[in-house]
């Protein structure tokens, strides 16, 4: 189902992460802890992802924000969370529900984050966070209870938009800014210890959007708006002194009319580097070509001999590529960026030679980072794509990337309430679980179905009534349906050694005892954790007796049909009438009027109830000033009950005392009554009467 999208992405996008912080070791291997999943930023994975829609399930959704401007960051999962940041607070959700965690109500950031494109990173049991004003912000998340800011670095240099992914390598970050088109930027190392700055690099032409670092012993490599590609590091003489040396290789004219703006996260491959331009090229340049420049040194393209190749893969690429088996996956965008129809892309293409191998036409631009899951002779590819609905794609190659086109499906697509433009990375976790968000504001987790390790539940009965479908472990979705006269029953797990469950939150042992009270329905969860694996059964239940009224009519004493708010439904339990029988006035011959100090006013409610209900009763539960009479059948499974408001008409003075004033003055009066109708003894409608008084 298409929805209308709320507004339009300003421009491409790549990952906005959030953290997640465990207190157990974190296996580095299968974490999202900074830009994307894998090393090298390559977004590269051997974890059980589900790989159809057929083995996909919709494990969880949380909305978090509304509309592209004021969305969650896409998450990072870690151990037992998923961290997000919407405006200006902090998350901590739990991973197998995706209910918010302690800080329940978030932590409040010294600044906002922003349109939510941005990556935050993790590491050693903080968050490294771009906000507002060109600033970063670290914040201790290690205690399971609470947040702690660290510090909030700031330079007078720097402003603009923190708008490129935080790199997180041996106690250092690395990120860029940009203030807009041809305006000056920054780019910046700092300590993740101090929180002072190693070094910031100022160009003078044009800042740095999107454009995350690939960093390692060689230094950090980034792009900026005006086509450069960058090497800085840090060296340290023998005597201790640091020094910054910088190299750059000019990847077009700077005066050119249509620049090459580097707006990816640079991937090493081998021994080579690869990102796209927003003019739609794909580049590798061997890093080597660093290593025989001096300090300060230079060689521009077209110019000096340099190890690069280049290919022109759409109008738009702005993605970082993923790269498996030698094989590059990128998305490139073909025409207007955000027509859904207007044949964007997404392309495999040989590493070596740049030679395209197939393309697959996308339903919107695949603007954001790729995941790539490396199998046994054959990968799965997932990707997100600016357009509504704002779902998932996932293809299957081979190694030599050749697509298996009968593959190629939407792995999620959201319901209509969760249905917008998407530019965000896909990230997942050890057990193969998928991550992302678009820019309805909710964030999706997706399960696979077909994971082949236990569960840790072998089984799951109740006391009353029957599961449907039967337990199995990998069916996650249950209805019961409890007897007339039932709203109670016992749910018994039976774990494998080593298993933990919740019951909608509360820790289970031996037996959970789950009551529906008056309620007509109740969703039930049960949290199952093994190990690092989590498993979520859902538990739809309903009494028999859930449609136990047909139909609901409020009458005054001259047949007048009230309106009833909200409209009756057979499983809504509450209602308001605010209702006007009106009292009768007299006309005196000078034209004066007086009250009927004997008319009695009434309301009548018709209810229509199955024909296995066995008892139908009411009462005024609330009020005190009416009276409410036995009910009457008449006919076809139709009930009435006549509503007497007892002290509503009480005259103190003669009639004829009573002036127009003061009639007018009654208008205002509002008596507030509420009748119950119970029905079998077990549910209960209640319905609230305020009455107005009006003249005639």
């Known amino acids: 189902m298409k929805k209308k999208a709320i507004g339009k992405k300003l421009g491409a996008g790549i990952l906005a992460t959030a953290m997640v912080i465990t207190v157990m070791p974190v296996d580095y291997a299968h974490a999202c802890v900074g830009f994307r999943p894998g090393d090298a930023n390559n977004g590269v994975v051997t974890t059980n992802t589900p790989t159809t829609a057929a083995n996909t399930e919709l494990k969880w959704e949380k909305a978090l924000g509304s509309g592209w401007s004021a969305n969650p960051t896409p998450p990072t999962v870690v151990g037992d969370y998923v961290y997000t940041a919407a405006g200006t607070k902090l998350y901590r959700l739990d991973k197998a529900t995706g209910e918010k965690l302690a800080p329940v109500d978030g932590f409040t950031l010294d600044g906002d984050v922003g349109f939510t494109t941005n990556p935050m990173a993790y590491a050693d049991g903080s968050l490294y966070i771009q906000i507002s004003n060109g ?64 070094w910031i690099h100022q160009n003078p032409a044009a800042g740095y959007y999107w454009a995350g670092a690939y960093v390692d012993d060689s230094g950090a490599y980034f792009g900026s708006d005006n086509g450069e590609l960058m090497q800085v590091k840090t060296v340290v003489s023998p005597s201790g002194e640091k020094n910054v040396e910088k190299r750059t290789i000019k990847l077009s004219n700077s005066k050119a009319k249509n620049k090459t703006q580097v707006r990816s996260t640079i991937v090493k491959y081998g021994e080579y580097l690869y990102f796209t331009t927003k003019d739609g090229y794909l580049y590798k340049i061997n890093s080597s070509e660093f290593d025989s420049m001096s300090n300060g040194g230079t060689k521009g393209y077209g110019k000096d001999k340099i190890d690069v190749a280049m290919v022109k893969i759409g109008t738009m690429a702005t993605g970082t590529p993923s790269i498996a088996d030698n094989v590059v996956y990128i998305g490139a965008a073909n025409g207007s960026q955000f027509s859904a129809t207007a044949g964007h892309m997404f392309k495999t293409i040989d590493a070596d ?233 007299y006309t005196k011959a000078n034209g004066d009027s007086y009250i009927n100090p004997n008319y009695v006013e009434k309301l009548f409610i018709t209810v229509d109830v199955p024909a296995d209900v066995d008892e139908i009763g009411a009462k005024i ?76």
């Open 135 to 198: 600033r970063i912000e670290k914040v201790d998340v290690s205690n399971p209870d609470s947040f702690t800011r660290d510090w909030t670095w700031s330079d007078p240099s720097v402003k603009g938009q923190t708008i490129s992914p935080i790199i997180y390598e041996k106690g250092k970050i690395y990120t860029g800014m940009w203030n807009g088109e041809n305006r000056p930027g920054a780019y910046v190392c700092i300590n993740s210890a101090t929180g002072q700055a190693e």
């Open 353 to 585: 030679s740049l030679k395209p191998i197939k393309n697959l036409v996308s339903p919107g631009y695949p603007q954001a980072a790729p995941l790539v899951k490396d199998g046994n002779n054959e990968n799965y590819a997932y990707f997100t794509y600016n357009a509504s609905p704002g779902g998932m794609k996932v293809f299957k190659a081979d190694d030599l990337g050749r697509i298996d086109e009968a593959s190629y499906q939407d792995l999620f697509v959201p319901d209509a309430s969760g249905q917008q433009y998407c530019i965000c990375p896909i990230m997942t976790d050890d057990t193969g679980n998928l991550y992302y968000k678009n820019d309805s504001g909710k964030m999706f987790c997706l399960a696979n179905l077909d994971v082949t390790a236990t569960t840790g539940l072998t089984n799951m009965t109740v006391s009353t009534g029957n599961l449907s479908p039967a337990f199995s472990a990998t069916e996650r979705n249950y209805n019961l349906t409890l007897p007339v006269g039932t709203s109670a029953f016992d749910l018994t797990l039976t774990l494998e050694e080593g298993a933990t469950a919740t019951v909608d939150g509360t820790a289970y042992s031996g037996v959970a005892n789950i009551s529906l009270d008056t309620a007509l329905s109740k969703d039930i969860n049960v949290v199952v954790r093994k190990g690092a694996a989590t498993t979520t059964y859902a538990i739809h239940v309903t009494k028999e007796e859930n449609a136990v009224i047909n139909s609901l009519v409020i009458t005054d004493s001259e047949g007048v049909v009230q309106t009833l708010t909200p409209s009756f439904a057979s499983d809504v339990l509450t209602y308001e009438s605010q209702w006007t029988d009106p009292i009768r006035i």
């Open 621 to 696: 539960s609330k009020g005190g000033t009416a009276d409410v009479e036995e009910p009457v059948a008449v006919g076809n499974g139709k009930y009435k009950f006549a509503v007497t408001f007892t002290g509503n008409t009480i005259i103190a003075d003669a009639p004829e005392n009573y002036t127009p004033m003061m009639l007018k003055q009654m208008d205002k009066v509002a008596l507030d009554t509420e009748l119950s109708i119970t029905v079998n003894k077990h549910t209960v409608y209640k319905i609230k009467l305020p009455r107005n008084i009006l003249n005639q």
